[in-house]
């Protein structure tokens, strides 16, 4: 079983990273940096919550997972556009 706290981090890092969608769309680099920083701290707290969690994870938390690195890498593709 998938621990709440997981879940809960789950859920701060999935809400970090819409916000940081949303930043990135706004053009506001200050505060895109200050959310890429926000962003990075929640992948830190679930990177420690994971690793008290039972191996393979359900399937359902396997696709919010799967879900979360795909936006990750649609948000560095926006921003190294951006940036050209």
Not at 13 to 25: F, M, R
Not at 56 to 61: G, K, L, Q, S, T
């Amino acid at each position: 079983m998938v621990a709440d706290a997981f879940l809960q981090q789950l859920a701060e890092a999935e809400a970090q990273l819409d916000s940081l969608t949303h930043l990135l769309l706004q053009g506001d680099a200050p505060a895109y940096e200050a959310g890429a920083l926000a962003f990075r701290q929640a992948l830190v707290q679930l990177a420690h919550a994971a690793a008290d969690q039972p191996t393979p994870v359900p399937d359902a938390v396997a696709v919010r997972l799967a879900q979360l690195a795909r936006a990750l890498v649609q948000q560095r593709d926006q921003l190294a556009r951006r940036a050209v």
